[in-house]
Structure formats: C-alpha cells, structure tokens
C-alpha cells in the first residue's frame, strides 16, 4: 500500500504538467517504428502529422512478438487457470502489470497493439496515470471498503459524484439516472421502468393505488399484476444475457440456447449494401421496409409493446449500421403510438464512434426516453429524462448495491481524461483517418476488406472477411489483438488514446495478414 500511495504522490507531479510523462512500466524495450503501409503511406501527405503529439510518450512504439501465442508461460497459466476457471472462451493470457496505455502484454514477453480493448471497455488505455490517480484516493478507498447499499444508506457525497461525473455527460434530454452493475443489469432495469410507467398509464396514473386483485396475481406470475406486455428488439441486435435482456438479444444461438424466454417480438434491422453512396435508393427502401415492419409489429403483436430497444451500431450481431432517417422514423412511430424508445448505448457510448453518445449522430429533436451505458464507463446504468419513469412506489426498483460509487467515481476520472486530451475530437479524427487508409487498402485487397463500413463514425469500423477466424489469429501473430462480431466481421474497437501513428502500425499489420 505504501508503495501504490509513493506512486500515486509522483503521479500528482505528473498530471500537473501539460504532457502527461507516464511512470516507466518494467516492459521489453521497443524497437524503432518502420515504415506505414503503402494504404496509410498514401494519406501521410493530406492527414498525418508527423509531430502528432502522443499521450502515452512512455508506451511501446510498436508490438513486440517473441514467441507464439500464447507462449510457454501463458500456457502453464492457463493449464492452472483451468482447474478452477472456465477458459473455453479465453482469447490471450495477460499481464496487466506490463500494460501500458495502447499495448497489452502477455506473460511472455510478447506486446501486443490492442485494437479489441477488453470488447470495447477499455476508454484510455491500459495503467492509465490518471485512473491510477482516482484509485488511490481516499473518497476511492471509503467507497471501496466501505461499499454502501445505495437504496437505503447511501453516502453523504452521491449527488456530487453523479453530478461532477455520470450526470455531467448525460445525453441531450436526459438529468437523471439509475446505476447498475454491468451492461445487461442496465437493460433489465430500463425493460423493467418501461413496463412500470406503461402499467401507471394503463391504472390511469402513479396516484392510483394497486387492487388487492393485482398484488395477489403478482405473487402467482399471472394477471393482471404480472401483465402481458413486451419488449421489442431487433434482428441480430445484443443487448445482454440475463433473463430479460437474453429475450431482446438475437445475435447468436449460443447466447440463447436452453434459457427460458419471454415470447418478445424482433423486427428486421436494415441490412445496408455498400458502398453506400452506390445504393442510395436500395438502401433508402431497405430501412422503409423495416420502419413498415417494425410499426406493424408496435401495433399488432399479441402481447402490447411496452417500449422497443435499440443499438445505434449492432455490435455483437456484426457491426450493422442504419442511417440517421431510420433511426429518427423509429422515434416518430414509437411517439406516435405512445411506446418509449430505449436506446442501448453499451458498446457505442463514452466517444467511440466520434461523438460521446453515438445517437448524437442522428440530431434527434425529440431525444429517446432512456439511454442505457456501461462497457467505456466502467460502471452502468441507465439515464432517463422524464420523471414518470421513476417508479411511483420505493423498492420497485430496488438492489442492494443498486450502482457502485467506486465505479462511478473511475467513470469521474474517466470523464476528466476524455476532456483533458480532447480524445472524442481525436476518436473524430483518428477515425477518419484510418478509414480512408483501410478504404485504400480494400482497393488493393478486395477479397479481403469488404463491406467496409463505420465512415464517420470514429474508429467505430468494420468490414466483413470471407476468413475472418485465419484474419483474426493470423492478426496475433503481427501484433495485433482484434476482434470479430456476427459471423463474418472484423470489428475495430480501439481506446480513444488510438492515435494516427498506431493506426499506420495496424494497417501495416493488416497488410502482412492479407498477404498471407
């Protein structure tokens, strides 16, 4: 302890600079950066700039592979691992300790640029100064040991914490939340509001009281107190995997199979052809064929919709975008027949996509009843504007830690990252440059980069591979750890510390694979 608070007063000196100097991390030395690839090389002259000033001058210039992954080290880990851990899922073996802003170390020396980021959940890169800073404070450690149940004993300083962090980047509409713990509880509880404040309206508002017949019902999982209501999703959207949430989720089989679940309605998502700009009118009736859909699936499906929800990217089902017009159709049906729209901004929020919340793009006038977060926050929750959506009774929604204030406070510090280096203007702009280098590249490699999507949209990028397992290992293998959605795409999720000069490394990296 003594030695993380000595670490903690020289990172106080540290962030007082305007350069943020990182401590030195006991990692294996960096090689000298080579040459871009000729798709990046190709955009040096009108985006690059060679004095780009980096945020982490201490973290590797470039991956390290000493052996292959995982190693003989990272074997023996995972072997131990094993016997009393599930590792069917694993992907690498890490060591945390050797990590170091965009660079993930394994136990063998081997330094990759990591691309994938913890499935989109790492915002400003790994042993961040700033973070490391938060977690040695003391209003961290009196929320770490002395962990309050929210609902009943919360702390004197929770509205300050909500108000100088998670309220203060509250989406446009929206001046309240309820905390939770990971991405799927988010949803639940979201699921659970809409179907409270559509029951209130059904009563005839928050003021009338429940009938003896309703409580009664409740207890037996019968109406009217357990009423036949729904949520709808849409085709290959993810939005978790608890039991309500696994009902909207329809990405993959495996996320379903054998679990009970709600007899929920899922309309088709537009399945857009690319390049955009070649199938304008193609795609222009591909939405208006699903806003057909989903409204007659709002109005006519046998158990009422309560609310629908919705992924402004569909991440986990294949990076499928939509443009903005569908997205704002969407709110004018579900307004027009009095049904709330949950958008779920898990894997999109905290400035991945170039804009901190990814529906900025779509500059609604009339914003979403509810927007769900977790993943870049590194804690979760659900914001919400309209104040019937808090329940008219307590411990409706209710949970003993109903949020975590030691979350909410790395999510402060996070925030305070984000607007220090200005990294959602740098997502912007990183993003377009990367995009034009992969464009140049899938010109050059066109079976290998198609579908090329995510233009504006930061380094929220994606492209389909007809051997996306093979591009993905072999990816490894350069240095590169990066990830894979649906069932053919290689999806990018870099921090938002991902500069110009590792998008050059990354697409060098790419290069080698494609012509492998």
Not at 16 to 35: F, G
Not at 147 to 161: M, T, Y
């Amino acid at each position: 302890m003594a030695s993380l608070m000595r670490t903690a007063a020289r990172l106080h000196l540290t962030l007082a600079r305007t350069t943020v100097r990182p401590m030195t991390r006991s990692m294996a030395s960096a090689t000298t950066p080579k040459k871009a690839t000729a798709a990046a090389a190709m955009q040096q002259p009108s985006h690059f700039d060679a004095s780009e000033h980096p945020f982490f001058p201490d973290e590797p210039h470039r991956p390290i592979i000493r052996t292959a992954i995982p190693g003989p080290e990272s074997k023996k880990a995972i072997a131990h691992l094993d016997k009393v851990f599930d590792t069917r899922s694993l992907n690498m073996m890490a060591n945390y300790q050797n990590s170091f802003g965009n660079y993930l170390a394994d136990l063998d020396g081997n330094v990759l640029l990591d691309v994938y980021a913890q499935i989109a959940s790492i915002p400003v890169g790994y042993s961040n100064p700033s973070l490391l800073l938060a977690a040695t404070s003391p209003d961290m450690a009196s929320a770490m040991v002395n962990r309050p149940a929210l609902g009943n004993f919360p702390q004197h300083d929770w509205a300050k914490i909500l108000e100088t962090g998670i309220l203060r980047v509250a989406p446009k509409g929206m001046d309240q939340v309820f905390t939770a713990q990971a991405g799927s509880d988010a949803n639940e509880l979201a699921y659970k509001a809409a179907f409270m404040w559509r029951r209130g309206q059904e009563r005839g508002g928050a003021e009338v009281a429940f009938t003896e017949q309703e409580m009664a019902s409740a207890m037996n999982n019968q109406g009217p107190g357990a009423p036949d209501l729904s949520i709808m999703s849409f085709k290959s959207g993810f939005h978790g995997r608890l039991f309500a949430s696994l009902s909207t989720t329809r990405s993959k089989p495996i996320h379903k199979l054998d679990i009970p679940a709600f007899d929920w309605p899922q309309a088709s998502f537009p399945a857009l052809k690319y390049p955009l700009e070649a199938h304008a009118e193609e795609n222009a009736a591909e939405e208006q064929r699903c806003l057909d859909e989903a409204e007659k699936l709002m109005t006519t499906f046998h158990s009422p919709v309560a609310a629908i929800v919705i992924e402004p990217v569909q991440s986990e089902g294949g990076d499928n975008h939509a443009s903005p017009a569908f997205f704002k159709g969407l709110r004018a049906i579900t307004r027009k027949h009095n049904i709330l729209m949950i958008v779920d901004e898990v894997q999109t929020g905290v400035g991945a996509t170039g804009k901190f919340w990814a529906h900025e793009h779509w500059n609604m006038q009339d914003p979403p009843d509810m927007v769900t977060f977790s993943k870049k926050a590194q804690t979760a929750g659900y914001y919400f504007g309209n104040p019937e959506l808090r329940p008219n009774k307590p411990y409706r929604q209710f949970n003993t830690w109903m949020g975590d204030p030691a979350r909410a406070i790395l999510f402060r510090a996070i925030i305070q990252e984000i607007e220090r280096l200005d990294l959602v203007r740098n997502t912007a702009e990183t993003g377009e440059y990367l995009y034009n280098g992969l464009e140049s590249l899938a010109q050059k490699y066109p079976k290998e980069i198609q579908n090329l999507r995510g233009k504006g949209q930061g380094t929220f990028i994606a492209w389909d591979s007809p051997r996306r397992d093979e591009v993905l290992r072999k990816a490894k293998g350069e240095g590169i750890n990066i990830g894979g959605s649906g069932e053919r795409a290689v999806r990018l999720r870099p921090m938002l510390i991902f500069q110009k000069r590792h998008a050059d490394i990354f697409m060098e990296a790419m290069e080698k694979v494609f012509q492998s």
